[in-house]
């Protein structure tokens, strides 16, 4: 006799007096030949979803934990796990990721910790191309690799190397004086990270205030530059006209000339009558 399932649970018609079913039998790991009544296989339906659930949701969660990964760590130490086609990761799983960070970035030497050291203070900030954040987060992830290799950084210490940083770069010259003037007690990582954030966000207010008024400058001077440019070619043009009109009037006035001075050397040239002898 075939049963017709729960309309309601999904599930779909089984013999519930003892059918084999090959491909359900797979799906659930019943081994061949086993005969399950309905209450066995709705037992065993529920905990395969239950078993799929929790798979999901490790699969989710090892994604997530794969992205944290990529973002805390700089590029740098995982270039070499780019796809060369996509530059992305999605051939590399988390555990692969960590084994591959165990085996190199946590094996530094104390000379490699002080090259990368050296090399994060020879940053050129540019406050144009650049943020902040770009720079603390290298920082912080020198801290954590020293503390690795169990050669910890201090908090000053890594204080001082992003005050190196952002006063290299020239453009926080007010802003730097501003955070020495504060006290000792002030001087910490996270305190210069939030007063870099704020100098970099005031200058881009300046640059965009002075974008404005130079905006409005060059306005002003190429509305000049044309006022001029036009009373200049107005001027040019009408003395051009005046000085067509000279040279068309002294024109008339060489033709006029020459007329007359042909017409009076034509009379001069005409015989003396002779006078009669008386």
Not at 242 to 265: C, G, I, K, M, Y
């Amino acid at each position: 006799m075939f049963g017709t399932g729960h309309a309601h649970s999904g599930l779909p018609h089984y013999d519930w007096g003892g059918l084999h079913y090959a491909r359900t039998s797979r799906c659930l790991g019943i081994p061949g030949g086993t005969t399950i009544d309905k209450v066995q296989l709705t037992c065993l339906l529920e905990e395969h979803k239950d078993q799929v659930e929790r798979a999901n949701q490790a699969q989710e969660l090892m994604h997530t934990l794969k992205q944290m990964i990529i973002k805390a760590v700089p590029e740098r130490y995982l270039a070499i796990l780019h796809n060369p086609f996509t530059s992305a990761y999605e051939a590399q799983s988390a555990r692969q990721i960590l084994t591959h960070l165990k085996r190199t970035v946590a094996t530094l030497t104390d000379d490699e910790l002080q090259e990368e050291y050296d090399r994060i203070a020879a940053t050129t900030f540019d406050p144009h191309g650049m943020e902040v954040t770009e720079v603390m987060a290298d920082i912080r992830f020198l801290g954590r690799l020293a503390t690795a290799i169990n050669n910890p950084y201090s908090d000053a210490q890594l204080m001082r190397l992003a005050l190196k940083i952002f006063t290299n770069c020239g453009y926080f010259s007010q802003g730097i004086r501003a955070w020495k003037a504060r006290p000792v007690a002030e001087h910490s990582l996270e305190n210069i990270h939030q007063h870099s954030v704020w100098e970099h966000a005031t200058l881009h207010e300046l640059n965009q205030c002075i974008g404005a008024i130079a905006g409005h400058q060059v306005n002003v001077l190429q509305e000049s530059t044309n006022s001029m440019l036009n009373q200049q070619q107005q001027f040019f043009e009408a003395k051009t006209q005046e000085l067509t009109e000279l040279v068309l009037a002294l024109r008339q006035e060489l033709a006029s000339f020459l007329a007359n001075a042909s017409n009076t050397s034509k009379s001069g040239d005409k015989p003396k009558k002779k006078k009669k002898k008386e």
